[in-house]
Each structure stands twice: as C-alpha cells, then as structure tokens.
C-alpha cells in the first residue's frame, strides 16, 4: 500500500475545479468541514508503517495555493486537494529557474493527542521574502506564509507521525509561473505549499553505505535515527561563487550538486563538502546542510558570505550552544581544520543534527568523535525537546497550531 502512495500516479485534480474554499480571513481550524471532498478525520489509520518511513515522497490530502501577478501582491489563496498543477511551457520556473523553495517541519505535541508546532515558522517567511527580493519575485507577507502553512498541516493532520516516528515535512514553494519567452521575471507567481510525513533523512544511505561499520551502540542509534554519517571533501565541483545565488533557497543551487552527490554515494560516501569557488580551501557546506566543527569548547562554522545557505537549524544550534557555555564562531574554516577537530556534525531542517564520523580528504580518512556524550548529541537532544514540546521553550520558537 505504502508504495502507491510514493511517486504514485496522481490526477491533476487543479485543473478540473476541485478545491476548497478559501479561509484566509477565518481561523485556520474552521475550514476542515467544507471542502468539497470531505477531509479525512484525524483518527482515520494511514498505512504507513512508522517504524520504516524514511524521507521519501508520500502523497497527502491537500496543498495549499494562492496565486499574484508581478505588479501585484498576494490575495487570498485557498486549499486544494493535492494532484497535479498546470504550468505553461514558457513558465519563467520551467525556462530560467526563477523559484524558491523551504523546508519546515509539524511535530505532535502529545503521545495521543491534537497539539501540533511548528518551529521559527517567521524566520522561513523571511528567508523567503529575502530569496524573492534576490529572484525579483513577489512574496508572501510572513502572516500570509505562516498562515498557508496552519492550514496545509491541518488540512493533513492525520499524516503527523506519532510523537517519535517522525515529522510532517511542509515545503512552500514560490515559483514563476507565468509564461515569458525573453530573459525577464515572469509576469505571474504561485505560492504553494505541501507536505509529507518522513523520518530520518540520511537512514538508507546509513544502512546501505556504512552497515559494517556499526557496533552496538551505532545499530541503537540508527533505529533513532542518529547515527554517524560519513563524507567526502569535494575539490573539482563547487555548490555556488562569489555574487550568485547560493545564499539563498533558490530551487537552482540544487541540481548542480547532484553529479558530484552520485559519486560520493557510489564511493560509498553518504554526501560530499564543498570548498569555497575562489581559494577552494575554506568549507562551506554539505549538499543540503549546514557543517560545524569543534575543538574543545570552541564551536566553528562557516561564516554566511553570499555563497552559503543560513539556515535556520543553523541559527537555533548557535544560540543554543551560546546558551550552554559554548565558544560560537562564525569565520573561514580551513579544510586542514578538520584534522584537529573533536567532532563534525551537519545541520539542516532535513537532517536536524547529524553527527559525522569520518571525513575523506585527499585520500585520507578523518575520524571524529560521536555517541552518547559528544556536543553533536547534546545539541540534538537540546533542540529536538524545544521542537516536539518535551522541553520549556524560553526562546518562544514554537508555534502551537
């Protein structure tokens, strides 16, 4: 059952008029009763096996869509049952790559219960807002995105995994849908966003890559999904340059990095980290995520320039270790770096924290510390308790829909 909902064959149900109507202006509860095919209760079983959901596409109930024209801003969208969407030929998204995507994640506030948050939901609506401004795209104000978000995750509740299997990944969308044949920005823009329970990001690349590694101690930590990933250094392919796109979520910046990724897993690797385009000796970061290194009780990361993502896990493990007694740094990391360094570990909506046991320079493999009582650990544990409501939130990061 589960393999039919995954890249199944989907009927653009857009086009042919079924959708709900629009709640803009009502809270974000009230609409679950009048679309037009009734929303499945909460209770009603999936068949997801939770204990095996990786993070693969599973196809949902709804998505939400509001539509603007370049000269314009966003009016009222409205939640559509999820299928298919029309783009013309020419659309500036299909032609010039004119799009912007995030990452969020919904998580179930109580074993048995209907308390879902949202984390630093306002900080992806400015990511957005400062990706558009960089794309000459409109955007949606942060009430507007955060407000899509509510209701696209209540809209498939009955997707949330349990509290502990997993999460409901949202991912807004911002794309140049109207057509245009000439280099300009489109004339007409969708904001649309969707959503799809997962687990742990890098678990089937874990289990195919790296399964002899694994003592004990690691298996226990792969069924959590934590387990240590392994790396290359990439020096021939760059993620982004000086002056480009590469500090923002542009959809763009993504597939340049998939040839140099397919090789790394076929090494046997479970990703790869870039080095700076200019002196191709400082990190930046992974395909997807962002890198820390420690030394002591000093935290590094790569200083955001233009060239690197600032991402929003990022941001939450720096204040957090700046909480707890850590040195943070944001400045050039040199790739020599990593041979005197305690631990790495990788950040990201996606992967959350994720620990790194070995890095592969030139040939030579880096070994680093991981387990139960590494700051990677700690860290994780610290923002996932805030992130599911295990933990007071004294930052106000969760929002509570």
Known sequence: MLARRILGSWTPLL???????????????????ECFDTARSD????????????FGLVQTDFMYVMRCTLDREFSTGALNKYGNIE?????GVINYGQGLFEGMKAYRKEEKGDGLLLFRPEENAIRMQVGAERMC?????VDQFIHAVKQTVLANKRWVPPRGKGALYIRPLLIGSGPVLGLAPAPEYMFLVYASPVGTYFKVNLVVSHRKEFDVFN?????????PIHLVVEEKVHRATPGGTGGVKTISNYAPVLKAQKQAKSQGFTDVIYLDSVENKYLEEASSCNLFIVKGNVISTPVTTGT??????????????????????????????????????CTGTAVVVAPVGSI??????????????????????????????????????????
């Open 87 to 91: 783009l013309s030929p020419s659309s």
């Open 43 to 54: 209770e009603e079983r999936t068949d997801i096996d939770w204990d095996a959901l990786g």
């Open 15 to 33: 086009s042919r008029g079924m959708k709900c109507r629009s709640f803009a202006s009502r809270p974000a509860s009230s609409f679950q009763q």
């Open 308 to 345: 690197i993502l600032p991402g929003i896990t990022r941001k939450s493990i720096m204040e957090i270790a700046r909480d707890y007694g850590y040195q943070v740094e944001e400045r050039l990391v040199a790739v020599e770096e990593l041979c005197d360094a305690d631990e790495v570990f």
């Open 219 to 227: 298996l226990n930590l792969l069924q959590e999904g934590w387990a």
């Open 137 to 141: 795209m409109p955007s949606p104000s």
């Open 360 to 401: 592969t320079y030139r040939g030579q493999r880096l070994q680093f510390q991981t387990g139960d009582t590494s700051v990677s650990r700690k860290l994780h544990k610290i923002l996932v308790d805030i992130q599911m409501g295990l933990a007071k939130d004294e930052r106000n990061w969760t929002v509570e829909i």
